[in-house]
């Protein structure tokens, strides 16, 4: 149990950067579900301070299990009664192997995000001819971010689309945070992204950014270092690849 608040009180604080999405459970549930959605909603109030809300509940293939989504994305399970909830991933056994099956439900939910961050937030570099797209999650004082972004060139030459968002390690309180709002308000933001990354001082400027909120949605994500790559599916590649290596994580080649 002291594990399970444990991980209660980091989703909550996950929880902090997004809208609640209390209500969002369909209409029309049965009613054992909203039995057991009031019921977790009580419990979670107590642990969390109401930072949580239940966006959905549904049954499981595990008999008798069910999962339960919160607004942050995490995602728990709970007997039918709502007495116990766990945390972890949810295997499926087969003759051939186990599938991991909230493995592939996340990532097809990390797609979903990434494919909503509108793509004017984002500063990308194309190749002539776009065969896949990556999105970095990145930190102009990373070492490694500024390792990949100096494969850049290789990169595109790849046919591979760089789309870079911004996660300064260490939120407002880090030192990339204002040179990274200074970058993404700049006039040519491709431009003084180089320059950040090869540590020259940029004019402090202001203005409506989305650099916390791509932060909040790295968090939101699991992401804890960067560079952080997304493939198109979902995919999360913690840390940085060479050029080959990227090309044979991004094709399967």
């Not at 046919?159 to 407002?172: D, F, H, K, N, S």
């Not at 090869?198 to 400027?205: A, C, E, H, M, Y």
């Amino acid at each position: 149990m002291i594990t399970t608040l444990r991980s209660l009180l980091a989703v909550a604080w996950l929880a902090a950067g997004f809208p609640s999405l209390a209500g969002a459970q369909d209409a029309g549930t049965p009613a054992w579900a909203d039995e057991l959605k009031a019921k977790l909603t009580a419990s979670l109030t107590a642990a969390t301070g109401a930072q949580l809300q239940i966006l959905t509940i549904s049954e499981t293939p595990f008999e008798g299990l069910i999962e339960v989504e919160l607004d942050t994305g995490e995602k728990l399970f709970s007997d039918r009664k709502g007495e116990h909830l766990v945390t972890g991933d949810l295997f499926q056994a087969t003759a051939t192997g186990l599938v991991n099956l909230s493995a592939q439900a996340r990532q097809v939910q990390i797609a979903e995000w990434v494919a909503a961050v509108p793509e004017d937030e984002m500063l990308i570099f194309s190749p002539e001819e776009t065969k896949a797209s990556i999105t970095v999650f990145t930190d102009v004082d990373c070492a490694f971010c500024r390792k990949l972004h100096a494969d850049l060139d290789a990169i595109l030459e790849l046919g591979i689309q760089v789309r870079y968002v911004a996660y300064p390690r260490g939120g407002e309180a880090s030192a990339a945070y204002p040179k990274m709002i200074s970058v993404w308000c700049s006039e040519d933001r491709k431009r003084s992204l180089t320059q950040a990354k090869n540590g020259q001082n940029l004019p402090s400027r202001e203005c409506d950014n989305p650099v916390l909120r791509h932060y909040n949605l790295g968090n939101r994500i699991g992401i804890s270092g960067t560079p952080a790559l997304v493939l198109q599916d979902g995919t999360v590649i913690p840390g940085y690849l060479e050029p080959a290596q990227l090309a044979e994580a991004v094709f399967g080649q």
